[in-house]
Every structure is written in structure tokens, then in C-alpha cells.
């Protein structure tokens, strides 16, 4: 606690300063004010003196070049008043922007004076907790491990409900959920992620990709590009992108496949559902900092990810639609599942963010139990699309249904605000099972880590803001199922692309002839030669319109998949793209007489 006695004398520093900040920069608007006010005086002044020289008998050259000088008066005395407007707008802007400042500053002072009574609780939970812990050992000689596990922790539930100071509260899910903490013994709580570190692959891969070139982007860069160009066949720089295509982030889902491995291995659904829903959290954790776009794949590309020796999985998408975007995506682990998705991408454009709303189930199987899990994503939006810094948030809610079993697991995405108080990119969940009953809580945040506490005890609580009956859950210790990876080294110059993301382009042998590695002005974009990848993927746009312009004359069935084709789900109801096989049979034989040439 001495350490952080020294750091309000350093924020009350930094808010003098901001504060001392603003009253110069009100004084300085002030003068501009004044400047304002005598410009437009001595401006008026002049044009008066103009106008009563013009009205006297002067010669008729000395008329002309008095009524010349009158007309530059005017001119400037035009510009002069768009000046003086100009500066009052900023006046006007300024001074609002003082206020706002003045209420984030104010806010930010509140902020900080709850985070040092929030330490010091949680110094006083510490200290109670290590007295509990020093006294522990003498209770636990004398008595076994299968009853510390009921007659140890059971009385502390209850004895803790008179210690406010040591005890946590948290709303429950269906109003802000509401737990308490309370150390348990390990063998209380299903098991933890016990891998605790990131398998380690038999090939060695790349670990960083050409450094991303410094080009400026702006409105006249991609402007002048369009020059003499219809509407419709204007392409999009690749400033906007990554030299990824969107089938290579829908796999990026795998980055954490070993939660699915471990899941297989649960002979209990409760637990299993748990690491699903950690999985299903897992795939955002990638994209906290990745603002920039995917290419989008033309139709019938594919990307497959072949892991089978290193991770014991083999996965494929392809581009099955074009209008609207939709990809399909299939996967089969020799470890006990399969993953399959169609996702099709809707995006709302609402001035100051973009909306990017994932459309499609996911689905999960595991083989020696035969759950079924089902899913859907939640909505990406990327802030500041005009001004600013690009940011992206996730928030939304999913619901993952085993329907085998039919229990389920709600997660809720909470969406940032800058003036809440609760932590950024938070996310919480219940699991339960098929009689609606909680048994486990989930929480953390989607760019982190994902914990679980099983819940022994629920109650009902107060009455929240809207009359509504509050749920308290009391918990045991939480325990982590999931922790995102650090970043490589300069990350920050490579796209922040993840480990995985940095090999998924990588070139490799024997993969079809419509693979995104293939693709030429992707792989110029990864070189750093951009000028040549803007050429190249305005010819790859152009040849795929030739084609859908000649399958349209042509009168045929429209475009058909390769390796997926269309199928009923009997869960969803829903009809979409499936894989029909084939695939890595052709691999193996290296027969890829029936691919289209697309690039």
C-alpha cells in the first residue's frame, strides 16, 4: 500500500496541469476574440473611406484605379468576414470542448478515488484471507479431504454473510450477476486448463512477416485512383487491408483448438459446455487490435489448413457466395470433435462506426459422446470510421445449446462505455443445465482470459434498479480455462498479427489451386509492394465480374461450389453449405483437375 500512497500526488500533478492547460487556452481564445472584433471595426473603417473617395471628382484614370482598390477591399473584406466566422465557430467549439473536458477531468478525479478504496477492500481481503489460510493447516490435519470439501467450506458460506469486508457480491446474469468468492480446496472444482502453455508444433514455422510500410492514406491517394473509372468498377485500396483474406480469419478461430481437445476429454457435459464457451470467447481475443480489413476472397477460394501431423486437425473453407459474402467452414480433429460454419457477413454503416453482424450458425460435435453444441456469433463494430483512432468492440449476447442434453450456457458481451465503471471488453455467463438450474459462472473479458466458478449455493436477493428480483450465487474459488497468448515481438509493425495469424499465409506445398496463398495481390500486399497490389487486385475483381457476366449470358444454374453443397440442418432448420468431402483425398493425389483458375 506505501507504493500506491505516491500516486495520487502524481495524478493531482497531472490534473493541476490539464487544468492549468484549459486556462491558457481559454486566455488565448479570448485575444483571438478581441483580434475578431477589430478586424471587423477597422475593416468597416476602410470600406467607408474607400466609398466616400470614389464619390469625389477625381480624373477619369485616377476614378479607375480607386474603383480597382475598392474592389480588393471588398475581396478582402469578404474574406476577412469567413475568417472571422471561421474563428468564431472555433470559439463556440473550443469553449464546449472546455466544458466536456472539464466533466472527463472531473470524472477521471472520481475514478481514481474508487480505484483506491477498491485497493485498499481488496488489502483487507488479503489479510483476512492469509489469517483463514495460516489457520487452515491446523484444521486439515485432523480431518479428511472428502469432508473439508463440505464441513470446512459450508460453514464459511454462511459465516461469511457477517463480514461485508471480506466478502464479495456480484449481480446475477439475469440482472448483473451476483457472486461471492470463497476459497475451495482443488478437488472441489472441475478441472483447469492444465496444459499451460501452447502445444508446440513438429515443423518449424515462420514467426514474423515483411515489416508494414509506412504510407500515408488519404482522401486524395484513393481518389485519384478512381479518375475516369465507373462507379461499380472502382476497387478499394489494400491501405484498408491486411494480407489476410477472410477465409484465413474464419480459421484464426483455431488458434485455441486445444480447448476443443480438452472438452473432448470431459466425461462431464457441465464442465465440457464450460471450455466450449471459452472457446466460443477465444476467437474475438485476436481481433482487440486488428482494425484493419480482410481481402475478400473471390468466389470458389479456398484455404485450408492442414495441422493433421502438428495438432491432429484438418480444416477448409471456400467462398460459396459472393453477393451476399458467405463462407463456409469445415473441420475434423482425430482428437474427438468436428467444427462446421456458414457465415455470412451483414455490415450497417451508421456514420460514426460500422456494424459488422456475423449471420450463420456454428457448430460443434463431439464424437464418443455425440453432444451437439450450437452457436452464433456476436456483432463487431469498428468505432471512429470518419475521425479518429479505429478501435473495435464486440458486444451482443450468445447462447450455446448442447442439444443432446439441452443445456445451455448465456454469455453476454458487454458493450464499452467510456463513463461506466464496469472493466472494458467484459464478459460474463451462466451455465445451466436442462431444468434451468446455474451451476457454473463464467467472467472475464474477450482480448484476456475466460475463468469458471462452480456455484454451490443461489438465494434470492434484494430488488434491483427495476424492481426485478436479484439472484445471488455464492461460488467457490474461480479457475482459468482460458488465456489469451501474448503478441510476437513487433507485433505492432506486422499488423498484430498472433502467432498463428503470422503462418497462415505462409506458402506451402500441394494445397489447391485455389488456396489464398496463391493469391497474387494478397501476396504483394505481405512483400510491402502495394502499388503493384492495387493493380493486381483491381485485374483479379475485373476478370471475376467478366466471369459472372458470362455464366449470367450463358443462362446456367449459377455458381456451384466444389467441395460443399447444400443440406437441411435438422437442429437449426436452416439450409446451408456442408462438406461434401473430397477434398483431402484430391490433396493426397495431387488431382486438382476439377479447380477453376480464379487467380
Given at each position: 500500500m506505501n507504493g500506491f500512497q505516491i500516486e495520487p500526488t502524481t495524478q493531482s500533478d497531472r490534473s493541476e496541469g490539464i487544468q492549468g492547460t484549459l486556462k491558457t487556452l481559454i486566455s488565448k481564445l479570448d485575444d483571438l476574440g478581441t483580434c475578431n472584433d477589430l478586424i471587423a471595426k477597422h475593416g468597416a473603417a476602410l470600406q467607408r473611406s474607400l466609398s466616400e473617395l470614389e464619390a469625389l471628382r477625381v480624373p477619369v484614370e485616377g476614378g479607375e484605379k480607386v474603383k480597382g482598390v475598392n474592389e480588393r477591399a471588398t475581396l478582402f473584406r469578404i474574406t476577412s468576414n469567413a475568417m472571422i466566422n471561421a474563428c468564431r465557430d472555433f470559439l463556440d467549439l473550443a469553449e464546449t470542448h472546455s466544458r466536456r473536458w472539464q466533466r472527463a477531468l472531473q470524472y477521471e478525479r472520481e475514478q481514481r478515488i474508487h480505484l483506491e478504496e477498491t485497493i485498499e477492500q481488496l488489502a483487507k481481503q488479503h489479510n483476512s484471507l492469509e489469517r483463514a489460510w495460516r489457520e487452515a493447516p491446523t484444521l486439515s490435519a485432523n480431518t479428511p479431504s472428502s469432508s473439508i470439501q463440505m464441513d470446512t467450506i459450508t460453514p464459511h458460506l454462511w459465516?461469511?454473510?457477517?463480514?461485508?469486508?471480506?466478502?464479495?457480491?456480484?449481480?446475477?446474469?439475469?440482472?448483473?450477476?451476483?457472486?461471492?468468492?470463497?476459497?475451495?480446496?482443488?478437488?472441489?472444482?472441475?478441472?483447469?486448463?492444465?496444459?499451460?502453455?501452447?502445444?508446440?508444433?513438429?515443423?518449424?514455422?515462420?514467426?514474423?512477416?515483411?515489416?508494414?510500410?509506412?504510407?500515408?492514406?488519404?482522401?486524395?491517394?484513393?481518389?485519384?485512383?478512381?479518375?475516369?473509372?465507373?462507379?461499380?468498377?472502382?476497387?478499394?485500396?489494400?491501405?484498408?487491408?491486411?494480407?489476410?483474406?477472410?477465409?484465413?480469419?474464419?480459421?484464426?478461430?483455431?488458434?485455441?483448438?486445444?480447448?476443443?481437445?480438452?472438452?473432448?476429454?470431459?466425461?462431464?457435459?457441465?464442465?465440457?459446455?464450460?471450455?466450449?464457451?471459452?472457446?466460443?470467447?477465444?476467437?474475438?481475443?485476436?481481433?482487440?487490435?486488428?482494425?484493419?480489413?480482410?481481402?475478400?476472397?473471390l468466389l470458389g477460394e479456398t484455404y485450408e489448413l492442414d495441422r493433421l501431423e502438428d495438432f491432429g486437425y484438418r480444416s477448409l473453407c471456400e467462398q460459396v457466395s459472393h453477393h451476399p459474402p458467405a463462407a463456409s467452414h469445415h473441420v475434423i480433429s482425430q482428437r474427438g470433435w468436428t467444427l462446421w460454419q456458414e457465415i455470412t457477413i451483414a455490415s450497417k454503416f451508421r456514420g460514426k462506426y460500422l456494424s459488422i453482424m456475423p449471420l450463420g450458425a456454428i457448430h460443434l460435435q463431439f464424437h464418443s459422446s455425440g453432444n451437439h453444441y450450437v452457436w452464433r456469433k456476436v456483432t463487431s463494430t469498428v468505432h471512429n470510421i470518419i475521425v479518429g483512432k479505429l478501435w473495435i468492440d464486440q458486444s451482443g449476447d450468445i447462447e450455446i445449446v448442447n442439444h443432446r442434453t439441452k443445456e445451455t450456457c448465456q454469455l453476454k458481451f458487454s458493450p464499452y462505455s467510456y463513463f461506466?465503471?464496469?472493466?472494458?471488453?467484459?464478459?460474463?455467463?451462466?451455465?445451466?443445465?436442462?431444468?434451468?438450474?446455474?451451476?457454473?459462472?463464467?467472467?472475464?473479458?474477450?482480448?484476456?482470459?475466460?475463468?469458471?466458478?462452480?456455484?454451490?449455493?443461489?438465494?434470492?436477493?434484494?430488488?434491483?434498479?427495476?424492481?426485478?428480483?436479484?439472484?445471488?450465487?455464492?461460488?467457490?474459488?474461480?479457475?482459468?480455462?482460458?488465456?489469451?497468448?501474448?503478441?510476437?515481438?513487433?507485433?505492432?509493425?506486422?499488423?498484430?498479427?498472433?502467432?498463428?495469424?503470422?503462418?497462415?499465409?505462409?506458402?506451402?506445398?500441394?494445397?489447391?489451386?485455389?488456396?489464398?496463398?496463391?493469391?497474387?495481390?494478397?501476396?504483394?500486399?505481405?512483400?510491402?509492394?502495394?502499388?503493384?497490389?492495387?493493380?493486381?487486385?483491381?485485374?483479379?475483381?475485373?476478370?471475376?465480374?467478366?466471369?459472372?457476366?458470362?455464366?449470367?449470358?450463358?443462362?446456367?444454374?449459377?455458381?456451384?461450389?466444389?467441395?460443399?453443397?447444400?443440406?437441411?440442418?435438422?437442429?437449426?432448420?436452416?439450409?446451408?453449405?456442408?462438406?461434401?468431402?473430397?477434398?483431402?483425398?484430391?490433396?493426397?493425389?495431387?488431382?486438382?483437375?476439377?479447380?477453376?483458375?480464379?487467380?
Amino acid at each position: 500500500m506505501n507504493g500506491f500512497q505516491i500516486e495520487p500526488t502524481t495524478q493531482s500533478d497531472r490534473s493541476e496541469g490539464i487544468q492549468g492547460t484549459l486556462k491558457t487556452l481559454i486566455s488565448k481564445l479570448d485575444d483571438l476574440g478581441t483580434c475578431n472584433d477589430l478586424i471587423a471595426k477597422h475593416g468597416a473603417a476602410l470600406q467607408r473611406s474607400l466609398s466616400e473617395l470614389e464619390a469625389l471628382r477625381v480624373p477619369v484614370e485616377g476614378g479607375e484605379k480607386v474603383k480597382g482598390v475598392n474592389e480588393r477591399a471588398t475581396l478582402f473584406r469578404i474574406t476577412s468576414n469567413a475568417m472571422i466566422n471561421a474563428c468564431r465557430d472555433f470559439l463556440d467549439l473550443a469553449e464546449t470542448h472546455s466544458r466536456r473536458w472539464q466533466r472527463a477531468l472531473q470524472y477521471e478525479r472520481e475514478q481514481r478515488i474508487h480505484l483506491e478504496e477498491t485497493i485498499e477492500q481488496l488489502a483487507k481481503q488479503h489479510n483476512s484471507l492469509e489469517r483463514a489460510w495460516r489457520e487452515a493447516p491446523t484444521l486439515s490435519a485432523n480431518t479428511p479431504s472428502s469432508s473439508i470439501q463440505m464441513d470446512t467450506i459450508t460453514p464459511h458460506l454462511w459465516e461469511a454473510s457477517d463480514e461485508d469486508e471480506d466478502t464479495e457480491y456480484f449481480d446475477a446474469m439475469e440482472e448483473s450477476p451476483a457472486f461471492i468468492t470463497v476459497t475451495a480446496t482443488e478437488n472441489t472444482q472441475h478441472s483447469s486448463n492444465d496444459s499451460g502453455k501452447e502445444l508446440q508444433p513438429l515443423r518449424r514455422r515462420r514467426s514474423h512477416i515483411p515489416d508494414k510500410p509506412n504510407y500515408s492514406l488519404n482522401l486524395w491517394s484513393i481518389m485519384k485512383n478512381c479518375i475516369g473509372k465507373e462507379l461499380s468498377k472502382i476497387p478499394m485500396p489494400v491501405n484498408f487491408n491486411e494480407p489476410l483474406s477472410m477465409l484465413q480469419r474464419l480459421t484464426e478461430d483455431l488458434e485455441y483448438h486445444e480447448l476443443l481437445d480438452k472438452a473432448a476429454r470431459c466425461e462431464n457435459s457441465l464442465e465440457q459446455l464450460c471450455l466450449v464457451a471459452a472457446f466460443s470467447v477465444s476467437s474475438y481475443s485476436t481481433t482487440v487490435h486488428r482494425t484493419a480489413k480482410p481481402f475478400n476472397p473471390l468466389l470458389g477460394e479456398t484455404y485450408e489448413l492442414d495441422r493433421l501431423e502438428d495438432f491432429g486437425y484438418r480444416s477448409l473453407c471456400e467462398q460459396v457466395s459472393h453477393h451476399p459474402p458467405a463462407a463456409s467452414h469445415h473441420v475434423i480433429s482425430q482428437r474427438g470433435w468436428t467444427l462446421w460454419q456458414e457465415i455470412t457477413i451483414a455490415s450497417k454503416f451508421r456514420g460514426k462506426y460500422l456494424s459488422i453482424m456475423p449471420l450463420g450458425a456454428i457448430h460443434l460435435q463431439f464424437h464418443s459422446s455425440g453432444n451437439h453444441y450450437v452457436w452464433r456469433k456476436v456483432t463487431s463494430t469498428v468505432h471512429n470510421i470518419i475521425v479518429g483512432k479505429l478501435w473495435i468492440d464486440q458486444s451482443g449476447d450468445i447462447e450455446i445449446v448442447n442439444h443432446r442434453t439441452k443445456e445451455t450456457c448465456q454469455l453476454k458481451f458487454s458493450p464499452y462505455s467510456y463513463f461506466s465503471r464496469e472493466v472494458p471488453r467484459k464478459v460474463t455467463g451462466v451455465v445451466s443445465d436442462s431444468g434451468g438450474q446455474a451451476h457454473y459462472i463464467l467472467s472475464g473479458t474477450w482480448d484476456d482470459k475466460i475463468e469458471s466458478s462452480r456455484i454451490v449455493q443461489s438465494s434470492k436477493g434484494g430488488s434491483g434498479s427495476e424492481g426485478k428480483q436479484k439472484t445471488v450465487y455464492q461460488t467457490l474459488s474461480p479457475k482459468l480455462l482460458w488465456k489469451k497468448y501474448p503478441l510476437p515481438d513487433n507485433a505492432e509493425n506486422m499488423y498484430f498479427f498472433s502467432s498463428l495469424a503470422l503462418t497462415l499465409n505462409e506458402p506451402e506445398d500441394g494445397v489447391g489451386l485455389t488456396d489464398s496463398r496463391l493469391r497474387p495481390d494478397q501476396r504483394l500486399m505481405e512483400a510491402g509492394r502495394w502499388d503493384e497490389a492495387n493493380s493486381e487486385k483491381q485485374r483479379l475483381e475485373e476478370k471475376q465480374r467478366a466471369v459472372r457476366r458470362r455464366r449470367e449470358a450463358e443462362a446456367t444454374d449459377g455458381f456451384q461450389p466444389q467441395w460443399f453443397h447444400k443440406r437441411m440442418n435438422a437442429i437449426t432448420g436452416e439450409t446451408n453449405f456442408v462438406y461434401k468431402g473430397g477434398y483431402w483425398e484430391a490433396k493426397d493425389s495431387q488431382d486438382w483437375n476439377m479447380c477453376t483458375e480464379i487467380f
